[in-house]
């Protein structure tokens, strides 16, 4: 309280122009605090889930790949993640790595998009695809998704990847699914099922990480 009227003794004792000055310094301050609050309340949940994302973890947290070879049938890939934030969707797709286009022109985007397929967005929703050259090769797959120290698993199941569902400057994406995962380790495993000879050299790893639905 001392320092209180002292302070209050001082700004009394101070012209009038900096007792403007001081004034609307405060009011700013004042506005300032005000402003961050509304932002923090509105962006609570983002900035909570990026706190989450940031604690040191014993298991990988998504976003999450590991290296897989889809050139022999028989090959089986295992990992485990920590999933800590609920909202939204994990996301598990191939991620075929290609040459960006200032290195070949774009001949190997061309020459994957012509084996992998069209680009089709309404991937996440579960949507059977026709049987049509331009969703390209169908990969089949088998995905396991177990909860650590639980009888069930999430996913347990052979997946017939079609088309493609989102690229970026140097790869190409073919969806195997997404599904919503409680807080928890999970135990993942991939298991390829037929012979592709021709990705024998290719660069492709098991992507998994979380999307958040709008």
Known sequence: MKLFSKAVNLFNKAPLLAQMVILLALIALGFLIAATLV????FREAIINDFLQALPS??????HEIKVDLSEKGNVYKTMIRVRIE???YM???KFIVKRFEEDGGFDSNQMTK????????YGRNVSLPEDSKYGVLIPVKLKVCKKDS?????????STR???????????RGIEDRRLERGVYHIGLETLEDFPYLNDREVYL??????VK
């Open 39 to 42: 932002v923090g309340f509105m």
């Open 58 to 63: 014993d298991y990988p947290v998504p976003p």
């Open 87 to 89: 909202e939204g969707v």
């Open 92 to 94: 598990f797709h191939l």
């Open 115 to 122: 084996l992998l397929g069209q680009d089709y967005f309404d």
């Open 151 to 159: 009888a069930k698993c999430a996913v347990d199941k052979i997946f």
């Open 163 to 173: 088309a493609v569902f989102g690229r970026g400057i140097n790869y190409i994406a």
């Open 207 to 212: 992507d998994i990480r979380r999307w958040v």
